[in-house]
């Protein structure tokens, strides 16, 4: 009999240092704690969540459901036989049956699904969006090498950077220029063919990752494009979507997977489940493309055979294990994702456009702000109806400090991060301050030849869920707002 830990042990558990409680603070690099946090007005789910009351019940549940059975059956039995029971439910709110030929892995975080998707296809060249907008270990994890220095499984890795035998090469192309407008459409479909063009006549096999969305909450590139590459040269281009925001609706979710793409989702941004919890979803002809190819043993850092659908070749140098804390954050996130599921179209739409109106309003009225602008989230090549998920759910701005002469001076990147910090965790010198989390600040151009990054208000999905009351989502747009406020207070506080 195995005993198991607490859930919140196991919770920062089976994951990298990014998700190590700091000895001191009891936060983790998000700035999260393993605890939910009744005192913290929660908008940054573009970036990480704190665990709701909701999530942890949900965990504890199953955490006490995992001891039980554990006293007659192995660890990794139990924790096999638990992910399969979490892989059909996943798949069955996202509309999925089992006539639709889609199976699902699961992995840490959404950095080791791009490392397993490498792995797994070993393309000659990835061409994907400026990692800046997803995840800074994107180039390493589709490249062949180790993004951390620790890892999922293993903890430790080898000193080389190189994980196994397959190495790839990487083209990144910014989506935004250097004020941080979007780039034309145009111009980002003339380069990536190009590029595409190029490898593809010299017989390379490709990976083209669609960012569904980014940090900042661009589509990138567009839909339309990548199926006209994928569609003139089928055999040699594939196509991740990299959904790990999960801000799609169930049909789009589909209409990608009916594209052969698999789409690589997380729990714990949009969903609101905490950090590290991550899924890919496999359409048949993905996993056809990769018939035969066995992952290297090196990539047993990063994940178990029992982690993916029974039945595939890929695992068989891959050993089996158990990840409790894998499973007890996925749960949390299907607390969520439950609730979310059971809402129609009708519950969702009045929130979303009520949040957005409030904030464009107070971003434009305000010196201290600048809005970072976004196009619509474009879809329609995927031929399925407009839902939810075409409305905004991520605000990034750019923050300025008004000084006393009527001039605005835009915020260097080291004190938007400051700003970041003072929000979650105020100073002694303001001690009544409330507690606001947004999103981590990101790389957004220049103003004034100065590198300046926009930090971010999101809605999330415990947020439409709770919003059903009408006096809770006024409260949700008050916060948001009076998280603006704040957030100028402070930047006038700064002193050169």
């Known amino acids: ?21 700091d000895p001191i603070t009891g936060l983790n690099k998000y700035g999260c704690s393993t605890e939910p946090d009744t005192t913290l007005a929660a908008l940054g789910s573009s970036t990480a969540s704190v665990i709701s009351e909701r999530g942890m019940a949900a965990a504890n549940a199953l955490r006490e459901k995992c001891a039980a059975l554990l006293m007659h059956a192995t660890p990794d039995t139990v924790y096999e036989q638990q992910l399969s029971a979490l892989r059909s439910e996943l798949l069955s709110l996202c509309g999925i049956n ?104 010299e017989n390379k096999r490709l990976l083209l990752v669609l960012t569904d969305v980014c940090k900042t909450g661009l589509l990138f590139p567009g839909i339309s494009v990548i199926q006209r590459l994928r569609d003139q040269w089928p055999e040699q281009i594939h196509v991740l979507v990299d959904a790990c925001q999960f801000r799609l609706s169930p049909q789009t979710i589909r209409a990608y997977l009916a594209q052969g ?73 299907m607390a969520e994702l439950r609730l979310f599921s059971a809402l129609e179209e009708a519950q969702l739409q009045p929130f979303l456009h009520r949040f957005k109106e ?11 702000f600048e809005a970072v602008p976004n196009p619509p989230l474009d879809r329609r090549s995927l031929g399925c109806p407009p839902a939810w998920d075409n409305e905004q ?29 003072q929000l979650q965790h105020p100073p002694t010198s303001r001690p009544k301050q409330r507690r606001f989390q947004l999103g981590q600040p990101v790389l957004c151009g220049e103003r004034e030849g100065m590198p300046v990054s926009a930090l971010r208000l999101c809605i999330s999905a415990p947020m439409l869920i709770d919003a059903q009351d009408p006096v809770i989502a006024e409260k949700m747009i008050n916060d948001a707002l009076a998280a603006l406020d704040c957030i100028a207070e402070i930047a006038d506080s700064f002193r050169d």
Not at 118 to 126: A, E, F, K, M, N
Not at 165 to 185: E, M
Not at 358 to 368: C, F, G
């Open 393 to 421: 759910t991520i605000f990034p701005f750019i923050v300025y400090q008004c000084l006393e002469n009527g001039i605005r001076r835009p915020l260097a990147r080291k004190a938007s991060l400051l700003v970041y910090q």
């Open 98 to 201: 089992e006539g639709a030929h889609v199976d699902a892995l699961f992995a840490a975080s959404g950095t080791d699904i791009h490392l397993l998707v490498g792995q797994w296809l070993q393309p000659d060249l990835t061409l994907m969006i400026d990692p800046a907008e997803t995840g800074s270990g994107l180039a390493a994890a589709l490249t062949g090498k180790h993004f951390s220095t620790d890892s999922t499984c293993t903890g430790g890795v080898p000193t080389t950077a190189h994980l196994g035998q397959w190495q790839g090469a990487l083209n990144t192309f910014a989506a935004r220029d250097r004020q941080g407008h979007p780039l034309d459409a145009h111009h980002i479909e003339t380069s990536l063919t190009t590029a595409v063009e190029s490898a593809a006549k």
């Open 261 to 333: 793409f698999c789409v690589a989702l997380t729990g714990s941004k949009f969903l609101g489940g905490p950090t590290f919890s991550g899924a890919l979803l496999i359409p048949q002809a993905f996993s056809l493309a990769c018939e035969g190819r066995m992952l290297d043993h090196a990539v047993g850092a990063y994940s178990y055979a029992n982690e993916w659908p029974s039945g595939y070749s890929a695992t068989r140098h891959l050993q089996r294990g158990a990840n409790f804390g894998l499973l007890l954050r996925w749960e949390a996130a």
């Open 1 to 21: 009999m195995m005993p198991l830990p607490s859930t919140t042990t196991l919770l920062v558990s089976g994951g990298d240092s990014r998700i190590t409680p």
């Open 358 to 368: 409030a904030v464009d309003t107070y971003l434009e009225q305000n010196s201290h």
